[in-house]
């Protein structure tokens, strides 16, 4: 079964050091991932996506994700953290060929200045 | 482009009671989707439609039905509200079904 797992149900950095947002997935064939930001009271937001290619996607918000097909990992990255990054992100890969998504739980991140 | 809008915002249900969530899209996307979502769960998916007239089953798709009679809409029905329901309700949309999925603000639903 397909499956996305989010070890870290929150991540606390202090404003201007590196953020890592962890992901691991579960896939038999390609996999396509992507990661998703939820503020407060909105909806999903779109940060990124691998499709095939480079193994270092780089998405919206500076925000970079890191397909590491060995360790079946797709860490979210920045180099620099921002106040305004706290909020929810999701990790999520596509099942099957309906474009089906299956997310992880989720990870809230905390940015302190 | 509105992109996804979804109707209502807020809603309270008796239990017993029903309604339908609008989901509109504007993108004329093949693919549109209901999730749930649940605190520390993720989304779950309810149901999804790959055209106008053609709908299945999610992973949660018990106590809810879609219909797609157009491109643009894909509304969801909860016939007989239970508290498990309680949720917020997100509706995405995709031209296809590799293309990034666009999300709704949501819907936040509490059956009492």
């Known amino acids: 079964a397909q499956s996305v797992a989010q070890p870290e149900d929150q991540v606390n950095v202090a404003e201007g050091n590196p953020l890592t947002v962890k992901c691991t997935y579960s896939v038999s064939g390609n996999p396509y991932l992507f990661w998703y930001v939820q503020y407060p009271n909105r909806g999903l937001q779109f940060l990124l996506k691998y499709i095939t290619g480079d193994n270092l996607v780089k998405g919206s918000y500076g925000f970079e994700a890191e397909f590491n097909k060995s360790q079946t990992s797709f860490h979210l990255k920045k180099p620099s953290a921002l106040v305004s990054d706290s909020a929810l992100y999701f990790c999520?890969?596509?099942?099957?060929?309906?474009?089906?998504?299956?997310f992880g739980q989720g990870t809230t991140l905390q940015v302190k200045p | 482009n509105a992109g996804v809008t979804q109707t209502p915002k807020f809603r309270i249900l008796k239990i017993g009671q029903s309604m339908t969530l609008q989901c509109t899209q504007d993108?004329?996307?093949?693919?549109m989707y209901w999730y749930r979502q649940d605190p520390g769960m993720g989304l779950k998916l309810i149901y999804y439609s790959v055209g106008a007239g053609i709908t299945d089953k999610g992973e949660v798709p018990n106590g809810y039905n879609v219909s797609r009679s157009t491109t643009e809409d894909f509304p969801l029905r909860l016939e007989l509200a239970a508290p498990s329901q309680t949720s917020v309700y997100f509706c995405?949309?995709?031209?296809?079904?590799?293309?990034?999925?666009?999300f709704g603000p949501g819907t936040r639903l509490l059956v009492l």
């Open positions: 993108m004329n996307h093949n693919y």
């Open positions: 999520a890969v596509r099942s099957g060929n309906t474009g089906k998504l299956i």
């Open positions: 995405a949309s995709s031209y296809y079904e590799r293309e990034t999925q666009y």
